[in-house]
């Protein structure tokens, strides 16, 4: 299953025309943190620094698997660090809260190989506890987990008029394949954090089963469109493998300048580069 992340703005809007008529799921950001303008109501994002970034290596096992790195209070209190001077959007007459202020009653989900520890619903659960528990029950940094949703739907520094009636219910682009549509049984913040923590964990227990895998030669596409030209990669972990197979795009070398083209998709640079500049090892 393909996931969908970052890309341009004309991949956006025509991934924008196919949420909107089946009623669910939405489009990340087109352009990386650094190219864009912040208003007035919005706190103001970070520049983007892609150096030294590594196509076959920009993030280890290591990092990937240690959910210890961060407790709830920790996670809320980043949210809230990051949020600061956030105010409430909406949008399609709906109002979409702040991540921080961001809460719902949660549901239930068994325990498995993958997330032996399964999902306790709650009421009113935050943002910050479902980060939590997800991260801990299939053994995923949450911190992956929190760059994830700032480079699908910019939910960490999102504000006002930056927020839209999908931002929530796709928020991780889990189960939103490229040129298709998201499937509805997986919309809603609590489902996306989760299945998006429990297919990472599926990556670490079944890396057989996917097509990146850590130290086999393979020829990944820079983008979607067909116009779009390939590089060969060889993943040296596994934990860049399972990027690419969340999102089997490569930067391309404009991306990687600040200076993309319709064949620049940002998504794994910016796990780098948001990695670096928020949790540096």
């Known amino acids: 299953m393909t996931k969908r992340f970052t890309r341009t703005r004309a991949l956006v809007t025509a991934c924008l025309a196919v949420a909107s008529a089946m009623g669910i799921g939405g489009c990340g950001q087109a352009e990386p943190e ?10 103001r994002g970070i520049p983007l620094d892609y150096t030294g970034f590594d196509p076959e290596n920009f993030i280890s096992d290591q990092v990937l698997d240690d959910s210890k790195t961060m407790t709830d209070a920790q996670i809320a209190a980043f949210i809230a660090e990051k949020g600061e001077g956030c105010h409430a959007g909406r949008a399609n007459d ?34 910050a506890q479902i980060i939590g528990q997800a991260a801990r029950s299939c053994g995923v940094n949450p911190q992956v987990l929190l760059v994830t949703l700032q480079k699908e739907q910019g939910l960490i520094y999102a504000s006002g008029g930056d927020f839209q009636w999908f931002s929530y219910p796709s928020a991780m682009g889990y189960a939103c394949p490229d040129n298709s549509t998201c499937d509805p049984d997986y919309a809603g913040f609590q489902r996306q954090v989760y299945y998006a923590a429990r297919q990472f964990a599926i990556y670490r227990i079944k890396p057989e089963r996917y097509r990146f895998q850590a130290g086999r030669r393979v020829e990944a ?34 991306a990687l300048k600040g200076r993309g083209d319709d064949c620049s998709v940002y998504g794994n640079a910016n796990v780098y580069a948001y990695m670096r500049a928020w949790f540096p090892q």
């Open 34 to 43: 650094a190219a864009q303008t912040p208003t007035s109501e919005a706190p």
């Open 94 to 127: 709906q109002d979409i809260p702040c991540l921080k202020d961001f809460s719902v009653v949660t549901e239930s989900y068994a325990g498995d190989e993958y997330c032996p520890w399964g999902y306790q619903g709650g009421e009113e659960e935050s943002a």
């Open 221 to 254: 596409r820079y983008a979607p469109a067909q116009e779009c030209t390939t590089t060969e990669i060889t993943p040296a972990n596994r934990a860049t493998a399972s990027m690419y197979n969340y999102t089997p795009y490569v930067p391309n070398r404009g």
